[in-house]
């Protein structure tokens, strides 16, 4: 869809018009859902949270600034609203030793790569304050200071809390490789494993839904 067309949506949506909302929801669906996958525990929430989302969407359209791109303040607004329910439905997983926490260095994840849907579904099944930490971290490139703010915690527990979320998807991946290795494991439909760094998932994830 092309930018004359999403903003002739957008300005049916400033007047309300329900055929307007309809379309710029089925435009932006997929990307819509593709960020808030990576914050929700399976796709139903996600979908909730999505729904959330494009209500805010659709009550504040009127802020949008038509000067830049719709695309990057839809993608902010869906962050929010996963940070949002995140905060609704969480009690934060807090450490037992904060100060050890502010010297944990960014550690990186085995050599290892997933295709796309493998690698979302293992970042699904990190405990919630884990996976919104790393999403926020490793692939919306936020500082541990500016989560802090935005979850309501210390900088302490966000990098301890991503540094048990790497150790967890490392331990994950490394079982799929003894699986594949040991049984020619092909039951949960993961793909061929190959080499790739820590520093690449923002990128990769980026590639994969924006």
């Not at 994840?109 to 304050?129: C, F, M, T, V």
């Not at 919104?132 to 809390?161: C, P, R």
Request: hydrophobic fraction near 35%.
């Amino acid at each position: 869809m092309g930018e004359e067309e999403v903003h002739q949506l957008i300005n049916g949506c400033l007047k309300q018009d329900r055929k307007c909302q309809k379309m710029l929801y089925k435009a932006f669906y997929g990307f819509a859902m593709g960020i808030c996958l990576r914050y929700a525990g399976n796709r139903d929430e996600a979908a909730d949270v999505m729904n959330q989302g494009f209500f805010k969407v659709f009550t504040h359209i009127a802020k949008y600034d038509a000067s830049r791109p719709f695309k990057a303040w839809l993608g902010k607004i869906m962050m929010n609203t996963s940070i949002d329910y995140y905060r609704a439905n969480l009690k934060m997983a807090y450490t037992d030793d904060l100060d050890k926490a502010e010297h944990l260095t960014d550690g990186e994840l085995p050599d290892r790569k997933l295709n796309y849907d493998d690698l979302l579904s293992l970042i699904q099944q990190l405990p919630q304050a884990y996976r919104t930490v790393f999403n926020l971290f490793a692939i919306e490139g936020y500082t541990h200071d500016e989560i802090a703010v935005m979850l309501n915690i210390n900088a302490g527990t966000s990098k301890s809390n991503l540094h048990k979320a790497r150790q967890k998807l490392k331990q994950m991946i490394l079982d799929i490789d003894t699986k594949t290795s040991t049984a020619n494991y092909t039951g949960s439909g993961y793909s061929s494993i190959v080499a790739i760094s820590t520093s690449e998932i923002g990128s990769y994830f980026n590639r994969g839904i924006r």
